[in-house]
């Protein structure tokens, strides 16, 4: 049972249907990061010193990073908002076929899109946000899966209930579920007017990189709005007392989605492809991006601080929590020394991208008794978060101190110019990093499938 100080915040099914159907967006989640592991191994062993004599392909390098970027980013954090979605949202029956038709789909697209790494002839794209392989079947289970998403955010979309917000007891999960759907709706939008406005004449990774541009930067404020929310619940479950009243969190999602408002003032303002319409999107990121996420995460973290060791139950909920406030706030951190093209660009990204992803674990071990199942328990599920994020702090310390030294990001192997013997060295604690990282995401995984195996 969540302590019943937590009841306010917790997420809750509005029927037994609405429960199967968030279950199934979860394991969908679960698979995601499943297969991101297995490409993310593949990555990591393609940069270590010496792995040129197995790697001999830079398309292979290339494609496991396309496809892991799209697993571990764009579909597991998708896949987790449409969770939320799901157990926030009334039980319409008007609407079933709609949303079995929109998890079908999306399961379909994620799937195709794994797949496609194998299949058909393209090479890789690394433009940012959404990378991708040049070829039909890709596009088409890409598409896939955004007609999913785009269906289940409409229908939480189209559930406004603005007077559970702006009450004395306001419902924060409904509302920060309700600002995600938004911001979400809101990039697909950009996608759309990015690809009319498109000239004729632009191809290649510069086409990829002003289609996704706008949309992607819209999606950060959907994953920030999105990481908030776990944190609170992985907060109030553990046992922490946050500071202040429910309604300074819901003021605070109010304004962390306000920006995301001005994307397509930025498209009518701005011409896709041009200079000044990537520097309004990477300024609205710049200025906006911490309005809500900042006082939000030092509310969490002095409630943290001061709060008593948790239960034996929930200590997987707190190092979930601990580490993804380390990590989130350490990407930022890194983003104030990015100069040029090289691995600081990933050690910050990193950084913050993996805090998101512990919330969201976090907030699957949380979650699952809403779900039907047992509280995960034991030795290695309070050691998973720890593995995983420690992990990763020596991976983006690694990527962190090989940008220092102007090594280039996106490549493998010799390309990668290790000559001195510090180069060598971070890239190596990178290495062992991401190995680390990788058996701590496999244990979530593995205790997730023995979670689902073993039944409600």
Request: charged share 10%; glycine share 10%.
């Amino acid at each position: 049972m969540i302590p019943s100080e937590c009841e306010d915040f917790a997420l809750q099914a509005a029927s037994e249907r609405r429960q199967k159907l968030a279950l199934r967006w979860l394991q969908l989640g679960v698979l995601a990061l499943a297969l991101a592991g297995l490409f993310a191994l593949l990555l990591v062993l393609s940069r270590v010193p010496g792995s040129e004599a197995f790697f001999i392909w830079i398309d292979f390098f290339k494609t496991a990073l396309v496809i892991h970027v799209d697993q571990s980013v764009l579909i597991w954090f998708l896949a987790m908002s449409a969770l939320v979605w799901c157990l926030t949202s009334p039980d319409e029956n008007r609407l079933r076929i709609v949303e079995s038709v929109a998890y079908l789909s999306a399961l379909s697209g994620a799937l195709g899109i794994a797949v496609s790494a194998f299949l058909g002839d393209g090479a890789p794209l690394m433009n940012n946000y959404v990378p991708v392989l040049q070829r039909p079947g890709f596009f088409l289970m890409l598409g896939l899966f955004g007609i999913g998403i785009t269906l289940q955010a409409l229908i939480r979309l189209g559930n406004f209930r603005p007077r559970q917000w702006l009450g004395n007891r306001p419902d924060i999960p409904g509302l920060a579920s309700w600002t995600v759907s938004l911001a979400i709706v809101i990039s697909l939008l950009a996608l759309l007017i990015a690809w009319f406005q498109m000239p004729d004449e632009v191809e290649g990774q510069a086409y990829y990189e002003y289609l996704f541009w706008g949309a992607g930067h819209s999606l950060q404020f959907a994953y920030t709005q999105l990481v908030i929310l776990a944190w609170i619940l992985l907060a109030r479950a553990s046992g922490v007392t946050l500071p202040g009243s429910s309604r300074w969190y819901a003021w605070i999602l109010m304004i962390g989605v306000v920006p995301v408002l001005f994307t397509p003032v930025i498209y009518m303002v701005h011409e896709t492809v041009s200079l000044e319409s990537r520097s309004a999107f990477t300024d609205l990121m710049k200025y906006g991006g911490g309005l809500a996420v900042i006082p939000a995460g030092f509310l969490i973290l002095s409630g943290l601080i001061r709060a008593d060791r948790s239960n034996s139950e929930y200590k997987p909920l707190r190092a979930a929590l601990w580490m993804s406030l380390l990590l989130f706030f350490s990407g930022g951190a890194l983003a104030l020394f990015i100069s040029g093209l090289n691995t600081m660009i990933p050690a910050h990204y990193h950084g913050s991208i993996v805090g998101v992803t512990l919330a969201l674990m976090g907030l699957g071990y949380l979650l699952l008794p809403k779900l039907g199942y047992p509280l995960p328990k034991g030795r290695m599920v309070e050691l998973q978060p720890w593995i995983y994020g420690i992990g990763q702090l020596l991976h983006i310390s690694g990527l962190a101190a090989s940008g220092m030294m102007g090594i280039q990001r996106k490549t493998a192997g010799t390309a990668q110019g290790l000559e001195s013997v510090w180069a060598k060295a971070s890239m190596g604690v990178m290495g062992i990093g991401g190995l680390l990282a990788v058996i701590g995401g496999i244990l979530f995984v593995w205790i997730m499938l023995r979670a689902f195996l073993r039944g409600r």
